[in-house]
Nanobody, 114 residues
């Protein structure tokens, strides 16, 4: 079992930056894929960033060029978010796939004021 805890959310003005972290309860260096999802009020959860064990990354068009996903090769996944917009307001969730099992964090709220 792996527990994931997100942190780093909060209130920020449009144009600002935040760095989200996702800490795992044990080393997850054997992961297959690590992702960040988000769910805005009244909307479905959407995938915004992916990093594979080989270090390949992919981003949703809405965040490309502004968000960066990375990991420390052990227990933590990061998400650097720059040039934040009001439409980035959402609860952000960390997701890790290990050996065909999906693990989710409980989310951290990011609010961007315009």
């Amino acid at each position: 079992q792996v527990q994931l805890v997100e942190s780093g959310g909060g209130l920020v003005q449009a144009g600002g930056s935040l760095r989200l972290s996702c800490a795992a309860s044990r080393s997850i260096f054997s992961f297959n894929v690590m992702c960040w999802y988000r769910q805005a009020p009244g909307k479905q959860r959407e995938l915004v960033a992916v990093i594979s064990r080989g270090g390949h990354t992919n981003y949703a068009d809405a965040v490309k060029g502004r968000f960066t996903i990375s990991d420390d090769n052990d227990k933590t996944v990061y998400r650097q978010m720059n040039s934040l917009k009001a439409e980035d307001t959402a609860v952000y969730y960390c997701n890790v796939l290990i050996a065909n099992t999906n693990y989710w964090g409980k989310g951290t709220l990011v609010t961007v004021s315009s």
